[in-house]
């Protein structure tokens, strides 16, 4: 997992921060806090910390030290309200993906993962690495596919098959040009 000390962009309302496996408390809090997509993709409730801490870890095979954990901050209060995973030059040059956006259940629907997004893209330009977006997002999660596509990524007609917790999805990709 990248931590390097680059300066991460920030909005009126949040904050980007790199986080390490010594923000695994404040992280497994998120997850916890999430418990509507955690019963939709694997039906349970609480994703267990071996797993959280592996997700903060672990990027593609080969592409480990492009992945990058962030963490969401209110500037206000400096409340970790959610977490991003981002992988550079993935699977090829100038290229990116989102692996996850989790915000906590109470800070949905308010416009910060609009916002996240918004964060995450500009400092995917800003280092120069991708100019081109990709996420995949699990058919059986339509809210997901809608919030994404609220944020301008279209469908490639791409899909594949995900699996996590012990369950398996089809997804379908999802792309925007930078």
């Not at 390490?20 to 992280?27: E, F, H, I, K, Q």
């Not at 409730?45 to 209110?74: R, S, T, V, W």
């Not at 059986?140 to 944020?151: H, P, S, T």
């Amino acid at each position: 997992m990248n931590t390097n000390k680059q300066r991460l962009p920030s909005s009126q309302r949040l904050t980007l921060r790199l986080l390490s496996t010594g923000d695994l408390d404040a992280v497994t809090a998120i997850y916890r806090d999430n418990r509507r997509f955690f019963q939709l993709i694997a039906g349970i409730n609480e994703p267990p910390e071996e797993y959280i801490c592996a997700e903060m870890q672990e990027g593609p095979l080969g592409y480990e030290d492009h992945k990058h954990f962030f963490g969401l901050f209110l500037r206000e209060s400096g409340e970790m309200i959610g977490v991003a995973d981002f992988v550079v030059n993935y699977p090829s040059a100038g290229k990116g993906i989102f692996g996850l956006l989790l915000l906590s259940e109470q800070h949905q629907s308010e416009g910060f993962g609009t916002e996240a997004v918004g964060l995450v893209e500009a400092w995917a330009r800003e280092s120069g690495a991708t100019s081109e977006v990709t996420v995949g997002v699990e058919w059986v999660n339509e809210r997901a596919r809608r919030f994404w596509r609220k944020c301008g990524y279209r469908p490639t007609g791409e899909s594949f098959k995900t699996t996590a917790l012990g369950r398996t999805h089809q997804a379908e990709v999802l792309l925007k040009q930078l």
